[in-house]
């Protein structure tokens, strides 16, 4: 079992930053890739990138050059670093290990 408890997230301008975080406790063997997703009002969640314990990452298409994945392994957490933010990336966002377990989510608004 583990447990995910996102944080960070906000409302912010057009054009400005966040940064989320994500603890994660419990089995620590079981954690191996963790990620973001994103789901807004009416549409399917979505990958937003994703990091492997040796730091390997991967991004949507969508968030490329604006955000950043990173981890730190001792301590269990991952951070979404999200830079030049557009109102299309108001969503809840989840953090998840594996896509087996996931957090309760925190919401990003961006205003126009």
């Known amino acids: 079992q583990v447990q995910l408890v996102e944080s960070g997230g906000g409302l912010v301008q057009a054009g400005g930053s966040l940064r989320l975080s994500c603890a994660a406790s419990g089995n620590s063997f079981s954690i191996t890739v963790m990620g973001w997703y994103r789901q807004a009002p009416g549409k399917q969640r979505e990958l937003v990138a994703g990091?492997?314990?040796?730091?390997?990452?991967n991004y949507a298409d969508s968030v490329k050059g604006r955000f950043t994945i990173s981890r730190d392994n001792a301590k269990n957490m991952v951070y979404l670093q999200m830079n030049s933010l557009k109102p299309e990336d108001t969503a809840v966002y989840y953090c998840?290990?594996?896509?087996?377990?996931w957090g309760r989510g925190t919401q990003v608004t961006v205003s126009s």
């Open positions: 990091i492997t314990t040796s730091g390997n990452t």
């Open positions: 998840t290990v594996g896509s087996i377990w």
